[in-house]
């Protein structure tokens, strides 16, 4: 059960998070510190940094719910896919949300958080467990086991190309102009990449 406190801490460190993404995305992630946040969100600092160490850690738990979202994703893909359909499948769906529901705004945000100084550790757009990272190892494994894939390339390779194409599209998104179909782009790069990764 929920008490009235836990309530309220849930309130206010969903407003942090929300008047942080309002800024980043306004004025540009390093161009916004912890006191414009919390003047903004009309608390003290000592209450930002009881639900967040750095301002960095509010894009990190904003993208640690896109991967929630690709979990469920994944559970819609039909088993019977060749795992380069399992993973075409996974992208589109990744790009339909990112283009639908999380919006360029917070997406730069993401990147520009990625290319600052502030972070100092594996940004979680790169780091190797992010979730759906982790869904794309398991379709490329299953590639491996029914000898999908050319021999002459490392398991290592085929996966930094694999997430690499990701990260190109999205940023390309990001810096053109509306006519960019996120959706389309991705679909075609990643069936290209794969028909030439194939044994």
């Given at each position: 059960?929920?008490?009235?406190?836990?309530?309220?801490?849930?309130?206010?460190?969903?407003?942090?998070?929300?008047?942080?993404?309002?800024?980043?995305?306004?004025?540009?992630f390093e161009?916004?510190?912890?006191?414009?946040?919390?003047?903004?969100?009309?608390?003290?600092?000592?209450?930002?940094?009881?639900?967040?160490?750095?301002?960095?850690?509010?894009?990190?738990?904003k993208f640690?719910?896109?991967?929630?979202?690709?979990?469920?994703?994944?559970?819609?893909?039909?088993?019977?896919?060749?795992?380069?359909?399992?993973?075409?499948?996974?992208?589109?769906?990744?790009?339909?949300?990112?283009?639908?529901?999380?919006?360029?705004?917070?997406?730069?945000?993401?990147?520009?958080?990625?290319?600052?100084?502030?972070?100092?550790?594996?940004?979680?757009?790169?780091?190797?467990?992010?979730?759906?990272?982790?869904?794309?190892?398991?379709?490329?494994?299953?590639?491996?086991?029914?000898?999908?894939?050319?021999?002459?390339?490392?398991?290592?390779?085929?996966?930094?190309?694999?997430?690499?194409?990701?990260?190109?599209?999205?940023?390309?998104?990001?810096?053109?102009?509306?006519?960019?179909?996120?959706?389309?782009?991705?679909?075609?790069?990643?069936?290209?990449?794969?028909?030439?990764?194939r044994a």
């Open positions: 059960m929920t008490t009235d406190r836990k309530k309220k801490a849930l309130e206010t460190r969903q407003k942090l998070l929300d008047t942080a993404l309002k800024l980043f995305a306004k004025r540009g161009h916004v510190s912890i006191a414009q946040i919390t003047t903004t969100c009309g608390v003290s600092k000592g209450t930002f940094y009881t639900h967040f160490a750095t301002k960095y850690d509010i894009v990190l738990e640690q719910e896109f991967d929630a979202h690709y979990v469920e994703a994944a559970k819609k893909i039909d088993e019977n896919l060749s795992p380069p359909q399992k993973i075409i499948a996974l992208y589109d769906e990744q790009m339909i949300y990112l283009t639908t529901v999380v919006g360029k705004d917070i997406m730069r945000t993401v990147y520009t958080a990625a290319m600052t100084n502030q972070v100092e550790h594996v940004h979680y757009l790169i780091h190797p467990q992010r979730t759906i990272f982790e869904l794309i190892r398991r379709y490329l494994e299953e590639g491996v086991e029914q000898n999908i894939f050319r021999k002459d390339l490392s398991f290592e390779a085929i996966e930094k190309m694999i997430q690499r194409a990701m990260r190109a599209n999205v940023y390309d998104w990001l810096i053109h102009a509306e006519d960019f179909d996120l959706i389309k782009e991705m679909h075609v790069f990643t069936i290209t990449l794969l028909d030439g990764i």
